[in-house]
């Protein structure tokens, strides 16, 4: 798959202190990719390398294709939101978006069109201040989306958020990705990104621990069986039966979580019934993204 992004061995420094640590990813065409990693781990830093607002102490990276020493060829396609977005609080959306056009050299037909696809024509007239955090985040996205960008880069677009601004954030992403735009969005909220994203770039300390599709991140870290029997005191006998087959489990309140593969759930309930305990819970969970990430950075939830 073609890459509209890709970085090798990008990194830049503040003195001793290393934010973006030889950095190497590709971010395929025709995808959402959620750029993952906590607070403080170069997810900005490296965000504004990629926009030539901040110069690498090393390492390269290229835009559609283009060298990011060279942006003058390739932002005219690229959309950004860093951030969160800055518009004149006094004005209204659709002044915003005409203030941003004018001095773009962008015809306020694609205003119209923009406000309509994010969802805000009908407070199209109402001042910016009087928006809720979903709605700015939103005209955020629309004024990165008036040079008809093929890229869309977003830092921490759903911060701060409540679940239904988070929920409308979700789907603009995703019918704008439909629509052939390659999206790269950064996030600390791991489980949003799970809902949304194709691909992954998992970073932490300014390094790449990861990068791929989604699901093979997810089904790359340890299954579990989740377990409930008639009698709470019949958790510990069930634990002992994965133990001596090799599987170390944990009693969690009224359930028992063993790290074992689905092909392991027959075998138990068999031996569980031979003991004369019955499974009234016999469950395949995996593991999510954020419990993933904390599997491969070695933290703590």
């Not at 992004?5 to 001793?16: C, F, V």
């Not at 973006?20 to 504004?48: E, L, Q, S, W």
């Not at 110069?55 to 939101?81: D, N, Q, W």
Request: net charge negative; aromatic share 6%; proline share 6%.
């Amino acid at each position: 798959m073609r890459a509209v992004i890709s970085a090798e061995n990008l990194t830049k420094k503040y003195g001793d202190l290393v934010a973006v640590d030889h950095v190497t990813f590709d971010i395929p065409a025709g995808a959402i990719t959620g750029f993952v990693g906590p607070n403080g781990a170069g997810k900005t830093t490296t965000i504004r390398m990629l926009l030539g607002l901040v110069k690498p102490s090393a390492g390269s990276a290229r835009i559609l294709e283009h060298p990011i020493s060279e942006p003058e060829t390739y932002l005219p396609f690229v959309g950004a939101m860093i951030e969160g977005p800055a518009f004149y609080p006094a004005l209204s959306g659709r002044e915003n978006l005409r203030v941003l056009a004018r001095l773009g050299d962008f015809p306020y037909e694609r205003v119209e069109e923009l406000l309509e696809l994010v969802g805000l024509a009908d407070r199209a007239t109402s001042k910016f201040k009087t928006y809720s955090l979903g709605m700015k985040q939103r005209l955020g996205i629309a004024a990165a989306l008036l040079p008809q960008p093929k890229v869309l880069i977003l830092d921490e677009p759903v911060n701060g958020l409540d679940p239904a601004g988070i929920h409308e954030v979700r789907n603009l992403l995703r019918s704008l990705a439909d629509s052939g735009i390659s999206i790269f969005v950064s996030s600390h909220i791991l489980s949003e990104l799970e809902v949304i994203a194709d691909h992954l770039v998992v970073v932490d300390h300014g390094k790449v621990l990861f990068q791929g599709a989604t699901k093979d991140l997810l089904a790359a870290h340890k299954p579990r069986l989740a377990v409930r029997g008639s009698n709470a005191s019949d958790l510990k006998s069930v634990q002992e039966l994965a133990f001596a087959a090799g599987f170390p489990g944990e009693i969690i309140g009224d359930q028992l979580v063993i790290m074992a593969p689905e092909s392991f759930a027959g075998e138990l309930n068999k031996a569980a019934f031979d003991k004369g305990i019955v499974l009234t819970l016999l469950q395949v969970t995996r593991p999510t993204l954020e419990e993933s990430f904390f599997e491969i950075t070695g933290g703590e939830k």
